[in-house]
Each structure stands twice: as C-alpha cells, then as structure tokens.
C-alpha cells in the first residue's frame, strides 16, 4: 500500500476568521515533503458540519492521505472526529485507554475533569489511537474504502490531529510519522545549507549556474528572517540504486560561500554557538539592552544550556548600564547608549559581573523611532569579550522592531560561532 | 450587487513545501470578517495549470468573491493571472500604464528592467487595474460571468493580488479593500473576551447554556497556549437597526468569571500588565531563571516599555542566584533552585538591586526532564515583590519545555495584574 499525494485540511473558524495564523500547514507540508508525498492542496474550513463533510469527501476523492488538524476539543464546536468518521461510514466507540490518558491528564495538573472531555474518548471503531502527550484529545487513523471506477481497491488514509501546535508536531512525529514513513513510495534526501552574512538574492546569484542546471538533485533557496538557506533534495525512487549526488553540490557551495556557511544540517545557528563553546569547555553569559533577554531566553531553548550559560544583565534602562555593569556615564553622556564604546563596557562590565569566559553585549535601536539621523532605527552594536580582548561590530538591520531584535539575537550567536571557529 | 462569501485562494509551491508561513490568508481573513463578508475556505495550491484551474472554477462556483495570491511574479513559473482570466474567458491584454509603473520600479532602485518583467503588464481585458506601490506586479479585480439554475445573472468576483505579504496587504488595503466595501451586503461587530487562569473546557462549561442557545450574537470559544479567549460576534445586516446584543452577554460573563477576565477587546496579557504599570506609576523588573529573558523580551515588545521597564536579571546558574541577587545558599542547598523561598529571595533581591517598585520572579523546571518526583517538569514558582512584601504562587504547567516557559511568562504577567488591578 503505498501513498502517492496527500492533502491538509486544518479545521477551525478561528483560521478562517484570521484570528490564529496557520503555522499547521507549514509543518505537515515540510513533513509530506520529507516523507516524499507529494501535496497539492492545503484547505482551511470552519468547524460547520456540511461544510466539512463535503471537503473531507472531495479531498478524499483526490488524494491518497488526508491529515486533518483542529476540531478534536471537548466542546460541542469541535466535530471533526465525527464528521471524518461519519465520511468513512464508521462509529464513534468509547475508548477506554484514552479516557484514561485524558483523566490522568488532569490528574498530574492537580485539575478536576470536565465532565465534556469525556467526549473526547469516542473515537472511530477499529482506528488506530494517537496518543497525545501534550494535551487531552487523541488522535486517530483510519482508513476510508474509496472505490473509483479505474481502482475499485482504493482506500485513502485519514489522520486526524489536534489543533494546538505543539500539540499536533509532537503527536504527529511520535505517532502518525512513523506509519506513514512504511507507506511512501520514493525517498527524498535532503540536506540544508545554513547562511548567515549574505542575503538571499546575492547568495542565488553566486550558485545561480547551478540552480539554472537543476534536475536531480534540486536546489531551492529560500529566506527566513536574517537567514538564508538552500535545500538540496535528491529524489531516489524505490527500487533505485542510491548515488550519492548532493555531495558535489555541496563541495561547489562551500567554496563559493565560505565562512557565511555556518551548517550543513539541521543545527539553527544558536546550536551551533553552543556546540562549541562546549566543545572548547568555555562558559558565556550576555548583557542586553535592545534585544531586553531575547538572546539568553533563545539560548535556554537549548537543553542542557546551564552547562555553558550561567545568566544574563538585562540592561534596558542606563542605570542598568552603570550600577551592574559599570559602563561610565562618561560614555552614556557623550557617545550614548547605542554606541560601539558602550557595547564594549557592557560586554567587559558583564564578564566580569557574572565570571564567565565570555560575553557578548547588545545595543542598539529598534525602532519604531531613530534617535537621530546619525543613529536611525536598526543600528546595533554588538560586542563579544573574552581573556584575549574585547571586539566590537557595528551593523545596521532593515525592517520593523521585532526583526531588527530577531537579527540582533544572531549577530550574537554569529559573533561566538566566529570567535570559536 | 452584493457579495455573500468569499474564498481565499493562495497559489505557491513554496506554500505547498512548508517553506513559507501563510501569513496572507490570515491578513485577508480578517479584512474580510471586517468587512462582514463570511469567508468559508482558504486554500492552497501549487503552480500548475490544471490544479489551479480547476480549484478557481471550484471556488467561482461556490463563492461570491474569489480572492487569489502569489503567482504575479515575472517568471514561467507565474501563472495565476493567465489561469484566472482563462477560467473566466478573457484574454490578456498588454497595458501600458502598468507597464510604465513596472519601468519606472526599476528606475527607482538604479536597476535595469529585465526582459520578462514586461509580462506582468499583460492583464485581463476590461479588469480593474490594481497598482503596487511596493513591488512590481499589478494586481487586477475583474468579474466572471458565472450563471447557476438558481441565479442566471450570477456574477463571481476575482481579486488577483501579488504573494510577497507586504505588497499584498498594501495593495488590498489601498486599492481592493474600498471597492469590496461598497459591495459588503452586512457587517459583524466582534467583541474577544480574554480569560487566563481557567482552561477552554472548563470555560466552555461554566456557559454551556449561553454557546447552546447562540444564534445571533454567536459565541465561539478557543484556547491558545496558556490562555482562553471567547469571540463574541453579532451580525448587522445593512438596513437593519443596529441594537447592541453583545453587552448583555459579556455582562453574563463578567459575572460568571470574575477575575479571570483580563481584557475585553484587543489586548494581550503583557499589554494590561503595561498599561497598568504606567497608570499606577511604578517601574518594574524581572529575576528570571527557567524563562531566562523571556519575560523581559517578551515585555519590551511593547513600544514605550522603557517608561516602565528597568532591566532584569536573568539568574540561570546558581552562583548568579547568590551573587547578583543575594539568594542564600541555605535555601539553594536545602530546598533548592526551585522552591517557594528561592522564588521570595529572587524577587527581593532582584527589586533591590535594580531600584524598582516591582519585581517579579520565575523559577522552576521547563524540561525536558524533571528533578525528582517531587518537582516534576512544569513546577514553577513565581514571586511578586513591592513595598507591601512579597507573594510567592506555585504552578503546574504541562506540556513542552516551550510551552512550560511561555506559560510560564504568561504567569508572571498576570501577577502584575493581579496585585495591581
């Protein structure tokens, strides 16, 4: 039984009212394209009962696998399990293992149970449950016989998620992948150049000869804020002897960007600063004013972050600057606080404030105003101290207040990854 | 004439892939709740011919108003206004306004037009000219003759917009948005009632009688992360008088949920927390440790935070406990990091040594693995410390490292709240 295209239907009238953004879709879809299914469409549908019944029997009609998030909540509103089983000419049965799971839920919060969370427990006969580690709701897969006139066999897959996100990835990825991943026809491989320092038109055109000859594998760049990235995909069919041939498509691109690449893999750039600052067993911490913790709360996303990162001064306001980190107000005075020699002071005061190896400091404007035409939204100065010496960048970031934070959060990271390497 | 639904059509293989965030779907989705046009599907698909084909002919014949993005640009890959205008038989034409707007783009940025950049002035014959004020490719609005049984005069409406965001949403709110109002037929007025502190079923459940009995206004409840908000929507219909049903059932709920209601309308928790601080007149700080900056970054997205907000301390290793915030190493060896008493000390210590007439405090174990069975992975304790003393509240948060840490935020937030409210 192998699948050959697949579609996503996230169900909820928060989506269609735009109250929620669908970051549901763009997981699954990145999911399907690891597995090698192809997807063609992606629906969003509120949660009225003909509506989605007619949606979920077209896409059905279509496609081999329809994943299906959202709708699965304890309140009357949430129909999604019933409507899919209702399609696919099945019952709702209560399921006594996940009754169980969604009581203990509760438990381990010290909560009572609603008595509609039972509801939750009816789930189509003979699917298979997806545990929700997460939250209370399961998940289901099932299968739904779909003859067509050329495949009077034809069954489609339904998989059923919650609607939260974190909620959804976790069960999808502990749950629902590893049975789809038995289903796929073809493979795909792929490997992911990370960029920092170069943006995504210069960095396309420098390989632009080798996404011009594309075919096997295929090379897609694309830009996330700050970053840029090129996805190199070879497809290897089943049955297919597998070359490697991403390979010497890596090798042209580390000559063609050097230093800018800072991984071939999946590490995002905070990783890789972490790696090796435990590699070389040297401890950090940061000082930060424009960026006000983005750079240590980003950090700590890392588990096992405590093993390099002991803490961080938030210094928003200047007596911050002066009374933890000792910058002179003759510096605040006269250059101001969003100044290369503030950066230095912060990031020397801090070191030696919080004793590690290194620190590295953030200032800068992040708008929404300027300071002055000199000192214009998106100037940061970021400066990275340790026993050899102090250095200091000046860079100047594009965009609105919360990218020019998010950028100045990976100029920090980039800076350890480039004192490091 | 008048429009009754709408559909959003997004067209991009970048979409399909997972590799961009569909943020215009959500963008148009709210300008069209705003406008009162009920919107019923998003959908995405790729850049092929016959996919794109047949969903706009499948959307014409279900919806009023068609909206599509993406697929303007100036490469082969770009489809989108040549398939729309097929499907509603008109011809694409050259036009010379448009072309000289694309021209005088490249002019601006000192750059030379490339050649294929000249496609994107060939538009449907008779359509509504879109201008970009932002990029190159013009829009276009056109109609689609589009007769059903029912309704032999049937007329379905495109609107064709360009898939960078920031020249979509420019030009619909510019150029799309004032037609479309002239057709809207009613309008919704939406209240959000914002709870924390009280799960989505259990919220549901405490006005069970209230969602049963909807029909005009309607109540929809849904949970993000940590908190629970219930939209609240009446419709108007043109002509109509326009009575105000809502108060009567966010009185309902005022009463029903106390305290728990944080906002009425449009702000999220850290924006009461603000606004509250700035009316009160006290200044702030934070002593963080698992949340390790998040607090404070998430703080300073508010625009102004410096008139409240001094600086933090984020205290993820121990010596940093002691040394920056004076915990005492009898309470780190005996109850350790995350206890009641390190959380008291944390906000003491951290209200001292930044000056500030308030200072909350996160302490507490995000995972992925617990301590001991006693302090389990989404123990948190958290204080709040002024000039009256401090408050110290233990938590039990499930979920993700992620999750445990924003919810955790959340907490410290409405702590403000709390004592100040």
Known sequence: MSIKSAEIICVGTELLMGQTLNTNSRFLARELASLGIPSYRQIVVGDNYDRLYEQIKESAGRSDLVILTGGLGPTTDDITMGVAADVAGKELVFDEESFNNITEYFRRLFRNMPKNNRKQAMLPEGATILKNNNGTAPGAMFEYSCPTTEDPDRVVHFVLL??????????????????????????????????????????????????????????????????????????????????????????????????????????????????????????????????????????????????????????????????LLGVSDDVLENLGAVSRECAQEMAEGARKLLGTDIAVSITGIAGPTGESAAKPVGLVYLAIADEKGTDVIEVHLSGNRSRVRHVAVLHAFNLIRMRLS
């Open 162 to 323: 919650p609607g939260p996100p974190s909620e959804m990835s976790l069960m999808f990825t502990n749950e629902a992948r590893p049975i789809l991943e038995k289903m796929s026809d073809s493979k795909f491989i792929t490997k992911f150049v990370h960029l920092f320092g170069i943006g995504e038109s210069a960095a396309a055109e420098r390989i632009s000869d080798l996404i011009d000859a594309q075919t096997n594998p295929t090379i897609a760049p694309y830009a996330s804020e700050g970053e840029c990235m090129f996805r190199v995909t070879q497809r290897v069919d089943n049955g297919e002897e597998e070359k490697d041939l991403i390979t010497p498509i890596l090798d042209v691109m580390k000559e063609r960007f050097g230093q800018c690449i800072y991984e071939i893999g999946d590490r995002p750039l905070k990783q890789v600063a972490y790696d090796l600052l435990l590699e070389k067993n040297k401890t950090v911490c940061f000082a930060e004013s424009c960026t006000a913790g983005m750079v240590s709360s980003e950090f700590v996303d890392i588990p096992g972050a405590s093993q390099v990162f002991m803490g961080s001064v938030v210094s928003y306001g200047n007596k911050v600057k002066t009374n």
